[in-house]
Each structure stands twice: as structure tokens, then as C-alpha cells.
Nanobody
Framework: VQLQASGGGLVQAGGSLRLSCAAS????????IGWFRQAPGKEREGVAC????????IYTESAKGRFTISRDNAKNTVYLQMNSLKPEDTAVYYC?????????????????????WGKGTQVTVSS
């Protein structure tokens, strides 16, 4: 499977962006998928992850109430809607997948175990 993140850009604080993670090469029906980010000089962190069923989600504390992860399996795409953006959200955002999780759990939205990674998209939030 290949994952391609898109939708990043430059936005003012308080603005919104929607990131897309498009998968190719395989259907994502059984994939748990997550969004991660890495800011300069910082470790990569999980931002939001979604179960293969789409019914369960997990967010990092700083994303709760501002970001929404969703999936459209018919389009083989997972989205991250980011609202009320802050300068500290500036980072390269990546999507990643655990392609087999859905075969044993359709409710596990853990960001752990993601082993297929796409190239990132830069998000820059100006103050």
C-alpha cells in the first residue's frame, strides 16, 4: 500500500486546513490509520488515529476539540480536519497505517503499531 498525504499549507492562527491521506495499491477497509506530526527539533507524535471501522478515534490532548479524523473507505481516503489552528501546530504531518488491524479488531484506534508510512505534508501556522 502507498499512502499520500496532501492538503498542507500556510494558514494564519485560528484558521483551518483539511488534510487528506489517499491510499493506493490496496483497499483500506481493514486498516487502522493515523495522523502524526513532527515539528523541528521535536519527536514525532500521534495526533489522531481511527479504527478500521471508523467508529473509534483517539486524539492527542492538544488536538481534542479542534481536530477531527474521519475516513471514507469508498474513496480509500482518511481526512484530518484541523480547526482553530495554533502556531504550535506547525509541523510536517504524516499519515500511517496498520494494514492488518481490522482483521482482528475493528474498534482498536490505537496509534501504536502503524508500520506503513506516507510522505508528509507541511503545515505552517503563522501568528
Amino acid at each position: 500500500v502507498q499512502l499520500q498525504a496532501s492538503g498542507g499549507g500556510l494558514v494564519q492562527a485560528g484558521g483551518s486546513l483539511r488534510l487528506s491521506c489517499a491510499a493506493s495499491g490496496s483497499t483500506v477497509d481493514y486498516y487502522a490509520i493515523g495522523w502524526f506530526r513532527q515539528a523541528p527539533g521535536k519527536e514525532r507524535e500521534g495526533v489522531a488515529c481511527i479504527s478500521s471501522s471508523g467508529s473509534y478515534t483517539i486524539y492527542t490532548e492538544s488536538a481534542k476539540g479542534r481536530f477531527t479524523i474521519s475516513r471514507d473507505n469508498a474513496k480509500n481516503t482518511v481526512y484530518l480536519q484541523m480547526n482553530s489552528l495554533k502556531p504550535e501546530d506547525t509541523a510536517v504531518y504524516y499519515c500511517a497505517a496498520d494494514p492488518i488491524r481490522g482483521y482482528y479488531s475493528d474498534y482498536d484506534a490505537s496509534c501504536d503499531g502503524m508500520n506503513h508510512w506516507g510522505k508528509g505534508t507541511q503545515v505552517t501556522v503563522s501568528s
